[in-house]
């Protein structure tokens, strides 16, 4: 580990957006590492994942939030709440729209309710690689109407345009103070929950119009083998017994390509040589459970 700069800053920024605005990818692309899991099914991130980024003499933890939706479901409830919560222990409060999107729905809803955040507040552009300058410039004045933002950058998340910026500024805005963690670590998420998160991940890339939300991923044996190789077994739990044959596919097809792609990349985070084994399982109404939000980091709601 190199030796820490004599003065340093610090601070927590949280993602607010609608979902699949592009906030865990964005996350991602500024941490330089995958941190938080990425779908194209809407609402994938549930509860809060950080990412630490080291530029220059700052370390910038980003909080990436669950997409901020109208709620229909207790883990949706718990979901918005969560990412409200992020927003408000925050330093400084990213907020990504959706250029080709535009301002409407979840995102005008999103802006609304700004105020009720008293942090500062930085506005994001992503996707901007999607539509042209005149609409950039019209969301960016209509934006800067709703809401008092302290700048406004415009970003492709995907390919990394524009994040340099975002970096420099936070670098240089942030408070001076000590560092939060290690110069070296990239995440506050434990490995078990890292390695259940990228399998739910690769279970919704596979599944992602089969499958309901009311599956979810929990690591239940980690074990490191004598010759430096890992065994993790993991459980996806889902909601009804006929859900079982949608995982499983036909032979078993479809649970061995989610392990497979599941294994690859937990090894090369690990860098090291990974058994991966999953079962399924049915739990009903896990939805419901008090003990399932406490694992992933989510209040209950009552």
């Not at 010759?227 to 859900?243: K, P, T």
Request: proline content about 4%.
């Amino acid at each position: 580990m190199t030796e820490q700069p004599t003065e340093t800053r610090s601070g927590f920024v949280a993602l607010l957006g609608a979902p699949n605005a592009g906030k865990s990818t964005l996350v991602n692309q500024l941490v330089g590492a995958k941190v938080s899991i990425v779908t194209h099914k809407v609402q994938t991130t549930r509860a809060i994942v950080r990412g630490i980024a080291t530029h220059h003499n700052a370390q910038i933890v980003f909080v990436d939030t669950p997409g901020v939706f109208k709620p229909k479901r207790r883990l949706d409830e718990a979901m918005v709440t969560t990412a409200w919560g992020g927003a408000k222990d925050a330093d400084v409060v990213l907020v990504l729209i959706d250029a080709e999107r535009g301002i409407k729905g979840d995102a005008e809803a999103l802006l609304e309710k700004l105020e009720t955040v008293r942090q500062p507040k930085i506005l994001v552009l992503n996707k901007i690689d999607c539509v042209n300058r005149e609409v950039l410039l019209g969301l960016t004045a209509e934006a800067n109407q709703r809401v008092a933002f302290e700048r406004t950058f415009m970003v492709s998340a995907l390919t990394g345009s524009g994040c340099q910026d975002i970096l420099d500024y936070l670098g240089q805005t942030l408070p001076a103070g000590p560092w939060y963690y290690p110069e070296d670590q990239i995440s506050d998420l434990p490995m078990r929950q890292l390695a259940a998160e990228i399998t739910r991940e690769k279970l919704f890339l596979r599944l992602h119009q089969e499958l309901p939300y009311s599956s979810h991923v929990e690591t239940e044996r980690w074990e490191e083998k004598k010759d430096g190789s890992v065994r993790i077994e993991q459980v996806i739990y889902i909601e009804r017994d006929s859900q079982k044959k949608i995982v499983l596919g036909k032979k078993g097809e479809t649970i061995r390509a989610i392990g497979q792609a599941a294994r690859q990349e937990i090894a090369e985070i690990l860098e090291q040589k990974v058994h991966l084994f999953l079962f399924v399982k049915v739990r009903e109404n896990w939805g419901d459970d008090p003990e399932r939000y406490r694992e992933m980091g989510l209040q209950f709601p009552t």
